[in-house]
């Protein structure tokens, strides 16, 4: 079984230009979550998505960030514009709807590097 | 507001040193409580998920416990491959969202 797949692994990127961070879920997963980590700090919600549709995003700056898992094809976080401060490790998790429980499958995280 | 704690931050063992590390929470109706392990520049790989006070759940040296305050993951006669942070969450009624702890960095010596 193919788990979580996200890609780039990792991401170089000048100030003021745009991001785009790709994250296939585990095969029959329709509940996406993206995460942002830290050196030495937890991991911190960011949205929730399925498909064609965004659930929560209350830990997703306002300006700059969106994203959006179309009905075909990969979730995208994208950040626009970014700033150093935007470098970090950023992970995407999966879930199957139908556990009473939504243990979430991390994949291997995208670490963007803004310069 | 669910809340997260884990202790101790960081935790040094010999090889074959048995101890536990503690994750101690407060949520409103707990649906879940989720252990990972995190190896460096890596995701965190999925170990157990709890429901409900009393529960116990193993894997290899690995044994987590779950009270209605806390939870335990024991980890027995621990090896070096052992060594990672081990992240502990909770999901509580009416959310989609778990909330993380900063994890505890566990390093095994030989």
């Known amino acids: 079984n193919a788990g979580v797949m996200q890609n780039p692994r990792h991401l170089v990127r000048r100030r003021g230009q745009e991001a785009r961070l790709r994250c296939s879920p585990v095969?029959?997963?329709?509940?996406v979550y993206w995460y942002r980590q830290l050196p030495e700090e937890g991991l911190k919600f960011m949205v929730y998505?399925?498909?064609?549709?965004?659930?929560?995003e209350s830990g997703m700056p306002k300006e700059r960030f969106s994203a959006e898992f179309p009905k075909e094809g990969p979730s995208i976080l994208r950040i626009q514009q970014v700033v150093r401060g935007d470098s970090a490790a950023y992970f995407c998790?999966?879930?199957?709807?139908?556990?009473?429980?939504?243990?979430?499958?991390f994949g291997p995280g995208t670490r963007l590097t803004v310069l | 507001e669910d809340q997260v704690t884990q202790s101790p931050e960081a935790l040094r063992l010999q090889e074959g040193e048995s101890s536990s590390l503690n994750c101690s929470y407060t949520?409103?109706?707990?649906?879940?409580l989720f252990w990972y392990r995190q190896d460096p520049g890596k995701g965190p790989e999925f170990l157990f998920t709890?429901?409900?006070a009393g529960e116990e759940k193993e894997k290899e040296r690995l044994k987590a416990t779950l009270t209605k305050k806390e939870s335990f993951l024991h980890i027995t006669a621990p090896k070096p491959e052992d060594s990672a942070t081990y992240l502990c969450?909770?999901?509580?009624?009416?959310?989609?969202?778990?909330?993380f702890g900063r994890g505890t960095s566990l390093i095994v010596h030989p």
């Open positions: 998790a999966s879930s199957d709807p139908g556990q009473s429980a939504d243990t979430q499958y």
């Open positions: 095969k029959g997963h329709s509940h």
């Open positions: 998505l399925q498909k064609e549709n965004i659930i929560d």
């Open positions: 949520v409103s109706g707990l649906r879940g």
């Open positions: 709890l429901y409900s």
């Open positions: 969450a909770v999901q509580g009624g009416g959310s989609y969202i778990p909330t």
